[in-house]
């Protein structure tokens, strides 16, 4: 199921005009090869030479400053980009989802995500953004660009090489072939095939679906720049990005900081789930929003096929505010998924949106949290659990759980019996009621872990682990959560799960909230 009602028509171009015709491969020509029909820019600079187009300034003609020549023939939204490239002297770049930027009495003039090239050894192949927030990947890096309190941050997460290495791949004054690939917001540029740079845009004040594709002319010395073989295929070809590709879009919101290093660890806990489940699922389109509810509210969730919440939850619950508008997402099949706290909520409006979305919560005075070792040795024969084997481990593992009546198109995942020590708090909100300490006294087997369906088709899932955030190298504990994910964006769960690689130690340590304490092993 998709969220229609909200999508921009304009995001997602059909064929654009001027495409001369498509390959066995699924590419298109942006360039005949002989004219520049659907290209716009200052013929002071550029034409067509010896089947390239070529932009060229010398010290008599120079051009005072960057000038473009765009291509006319439509906007592009997700596609990989290919073209070959020769330079010499300056710097050059393709941009891509950009726009023209109001200047008075100036033509050729552009904006927006660029794949940037030169004559030097040093920027070829990172992702600078003209006239838009600068770079935004050096070449080797993996960044994310986020928005906190307004302020535009580039974070680097990751390599894709060294600069050097990458560099000494590159042909200098000679032909080189390169790759740009813009899926969703993620961005990554190749060239002769060596990966450069990538980068995830979660900027959501900024950011850009789609735009113009442009060549540029740096101003400065005399230089020389050509292009051949400009190709491109659309990823998306309607409104509808599954029904067009088969890919699913996911997007997970991360809360803000809570409980310190290595507990509650929202956003990097979103991070190394999004980054397992691009790796092992490809066809996936990934997505994470830091700091809480998206900047552009329910505009975030355009086009998704499920949505992750990990936060802070009772009175704090990032969704609480937004529950009206939240659930016209819901009402479009999108799935659901909630990471520990963020299976708790008030009870009320919120609880009762709940139990509709995921169909269950932790409901104070009545749900308990208390950290103990459970131990699952068996499973439903449900998506979710495949490739799951048994596994115990300890967590802040809620239970007592407040769930539809007669547990109507509920499925419990994950289910073991808490021990008795559990039970050792005083009677509190969060800790004990009599109802919850008889349960425990009688034996009564609690759910962890559900799964439950919606009226209308869409899917909702509830897990409770999560507190630790090594625990996510447990592969059984993160794959439960994977499957469940794939599942409720109806995807079909491979046979023996969505399986990973567990991550390192040195993986787990990345974008945690809070640097690393020296007591900390």
Sequence with gaps: MRLRPFVCLITLLLIPLGITRADDDGFVSLFDGKTLENWDGNPKFWKVEEGTITGQTTSDNPTKGNTFLVYRGGEFADFELQFEYKIIGGNSGVQYRSFEPDQDNQKWVVGGYQGDFEAGDTYSGILYGERFRGILANRGQKTELNRIDGEFKVKVVGSVGKSAEIQSKINNEDWNHYSITADGFHFVHKINGIVTAECIDNDTAERRESGIIALQLHAGPPMKVQFRNIRIKN??????????????????????????????????????????????????????????????????????????????????HLLNPHVDEFNEVMNQGVGLVCIHYAVETPEGKTGNAFLDWIGGYFEANWSVNPHWVAEFNAFPDHPTT????????????????????????VTPIL???????????????????????????????????????????????????????????????????????????????????????????????????????????
């Design 235 to 316: 990823l998306g070809e309607s409104s509808d990005h599954t029904e067009a590709t088969g890919k699913k879009r996911v997007v997970f919101v991360a809360g803000k900081p809570s409980h310190g290093y290595g507990s509650h660890e929202h956003y990097a806990g979103c991070r190394l789930l999004a980054n397992a489940l691009r790796e092992s699922m490809p066809d996936y389109q990934v997505e994470v929003i830091q700091n809480g509810w998206p900047e552009n509210g329910i505009k975030a969730f355009e086009g998704a096929d499920s949505v992750v919440v990990y936060c802070d939850g009772g009175g704090r």
């Design 386 to 409: 495949k490739g799951v084997k048994p596994f115990k481990i300890n967590d802040e593992w809620y239970f007592h759980m407040r769930f539809r009546d007669q547990m109507k198109d």
């Design 415 to 521: 289910s073991a019996h808490p021990p008795e020590e559990t039970m050792r708090r005083e009677d509190g909100p969060h800790s004990g009621n009599p109802t919850v300490r008889k349960a425990v006294a009688n034996g009564e087997i609690q759910h962890v872990a559900w799964a439950a369906e919606r009226d209308g088709g869409g899917r909702g899932f509830g897990f409770t682990g999560g507190h630790f955030h090594w625990n996510w190298a447990d592969e059984n504990f993160r794959k439960v959560v994977l499957n469940a994910i794939v599942w409720a964006s109806h995807g079909d769960v491979p046979e023996n799960g969505v399986t990973t690689e567990n991550p390192t130690q040195e993986q787990l340590e990345e974008n945690q909230d809070e640097p690393k304490p020296a007591t900390a092993k």
